[in-house]
């Protein structure tokens, strides 16, 4: 795959076109509108015409209250709201189909990223159609580690999807992907299903080394035995449709980079 090293920041500031972030958010009424701000603040440095779009996922708590109070001070923060909770995948799926910018980046609600970091991201925009962050130091419980570990080398097994961090939570996508990829998943298999479905029609992904924080305030949920189990039901249900489809992509296999 090369060389797997993230390069050193741009000297010069960043100033991308157009970039919409999509912030799923469950539950996050402790988190959201500082996420929301930083947000907010790095886009205002990065990027000419920006917008964040939060999807707020059938929260029981007052997650869409908070971001209300940040849209009524800054329209370009836009809120989506879901009826019911119906998993990560569907939130993204929302999020994006209301992303109106040229490129479209996500990533979580719960203060685990830096969003100043998209500085990394946004310089390979110009050659690559995915930037994907990595977790450099992965900041989260030995067991969560453990688990995503091994879902990681199944995923890579089953649908050789080629890059290092499936799950990671901060990727930024050239907008004619997201429109030509038709995302199915519901809930956590939604990364595995983007990146093989990109790899088999040949999209070029580079990857990027980020910073990664632990949870401080809000509770995980991608570790629960439901989430779990979801996502090894996707699995099994889009084996036939995402594995088609890579093992037909091979030729896109070298425009993986690192």
Not at 10 to 27: C, G, K, Q, Y
Not at 76 to 97: D, K
């Amino acid at each position: 795959m090369g060389d797997t090293r993230s390069p050193d920041p741009p000297r010069e500031p960043v100033v991308h076109p157009s970039l919409s972030i999509v912030l799923p958010a469950f539950n996050e009424s402790a988190n959201v509108a500082d996420a929301v701000g930083g947000a907010v603040s790095a886009l205002g440095l990065l990027v000419r015409d920006w917008e964040v779009v939060v999807v707020d996922d059938g929260s029981s708590d007052d997650t869409a209250a908070r971001v209300e109070d940040w849209s009524e001070r800054e329209p370009r923060v836009r809120l989506v709201r879901h009826s019911r909770n119906r998993g990560y995948g569907a939130a993204l799926r929302s999020g994006f189909r209301a992303a109106r910018k040229d490129h479209v980046f996500f990533t979580d609600s719960d203060l685990q990223f830096d969003l100043g970091e998209l500085r990394l991201l946004l310089p390979h925009t110009r050659r690559f159609d995915i930037v994907a962050g990595y977790r450099q130091q992965r900041q989260d419980p030995w067991n969560r580690r453990l688990n995503a570990w091994a879902w990681g080398r199944l995923v890579d097994t089953v649908f050789d999807v080629g890059v290092r961090d499936v799950n990671c939570a901060f990727k930024v996508f050239r907008r004619e992907v997201l429109d030509r990829i038709s995302i199915r998943s519901d809930g956590a298999f939604v990364n595995t299903e983007i990146l093989a479905k990109a790899r088999a029609q040949g999209y070029s992904v580079r990857q990027v080394a980020v910073t990664h924080f632990p949870r401080t305030l809000g509770e995980q949920t991608g570790a629960r035995p439901r989430v779990v189990a979801r996502a090894f039901l996707e699995l099994g249900l889009l084996y036939g449709d995402v594995r088609g489809i890579a093992s037909r992509g091979r030729v896109g296999e070298a425009a993986f980079t690192r």
